[in-house]
């Protein structure tokens, strides 16, 4: 009896075992399950963050793509609009010029001594060496809108040596530094734009030479260079066309 009771108990305790570990087992495997399922999860969330770090990159590259584009087509606007506004400047000048020469010219048409009736004309001689002063700067002048730019140095620096003393001799001095700025030889470009600050410092052409000066030091990197001749324009040449620009550089490189 006692060894029936004894194999009863041992029956039960097996029995008690297997579901016990029965339910372990089946915890244990529901509780893999679980964690394999929050491990792709994550993964999953990991890998989307991933792609959207990723676009959000592309997107900032973009970005920054686009805003170096728009500055550098407004850099080249502004070049434009520059040199429009020299060129006009130049045309009006060469303008009034022409009508002073007219107007010089009626004044000096005198009566000098009679010859067999006939009424001497006096007309000033406006040429060096058989050169004409306004047929030489034309044609540099035509040089350089045509992209010519060697040769348009050549023909206004002819002007410049042979009508030192020319209204026009400035504005051919400023000519040639904007030829050396168009071939991108900035330190003679930087030579001659100085060279009308100096040699002419009362000429019309002061404010857009030293406004190149700014440009210059720009592309050279030389900011508080640029930022002083910028500043040099806005606060000496307010009314000049070259003021306004000078004023939006600055406001760039704040």
């Not at 006939?118 to 044609?139: M, R």
């Not at 020319?166 to 003679?188: H, K, R």
């Not at 001749?229 to 000496?236: A, L, R, S």
């Amino acid at each position: 009896m006692a060894a029936s009771r004894h194999c009863l108990a041992r029956t039960i305790i097996v029995l008690w075992g297997s579901s016990l570990l029965a339910v372990i087992l089946f915890n244990g495997c529901g509780i893999h399950r679980e964690y394999v399922r929050r491990g792709e999860v994550l993964d999953t969330i990991a890998v989307r963050l991933y792609r959207l770090e990723k676009r959000q990159a592309r997107q900032e590259e973009e970005i920054v793509r686009v805003r170096a584009d728009g500055l550098n087509a407004i850099e080249k606007i502004e070049g434009q609009m520059s040199a429009v506004d020299a060129e006009l400047a130049d045309l009006a000048e060469r303008i009034e010029r022409i009508g002073r020469r007219v107007g010089a010219w009626r004044g000096e048409i005198t009566t000098g001594v009679p010859v067999a009736g006939e009424t001497v004309v006096v007309v000033p001689d406006t040429s060096a060496a058989g050169i004409d002063a306004d047929q030489l700067y034309n044609t540099a002048y035509i040089d350089f809108t045509k992209g010519e730019y060697q040769m348009a140095i050549i023909g206004f620096r002819r002007f410049i040596q042979l009508f030192p003393a020319s209204e026009m001799a400035d504005n051919a001095l400023y000519w040639v530094g904007e030829c050396f700025y168009s071939l991108n030889q900035l330190d003679s470009a930087e030579v001659e734009f100085k060279q009308v600050k100096n040699r002419y410092p009362d000429g019309n052409k002061v404010p857009a030479a030293i406004y190149k000066l700014g440009l210059i030091y720009q592309l050279q990197g030389r900011k508080s260079a640029a930022q002083e001749k910028f500043d040099e324009v806005v606060q000496n040449y307010p009314s000049s066309p070259e003021a306004k620009l000078a004023q939006e550089r600055l406001k760039t490189e704040q």
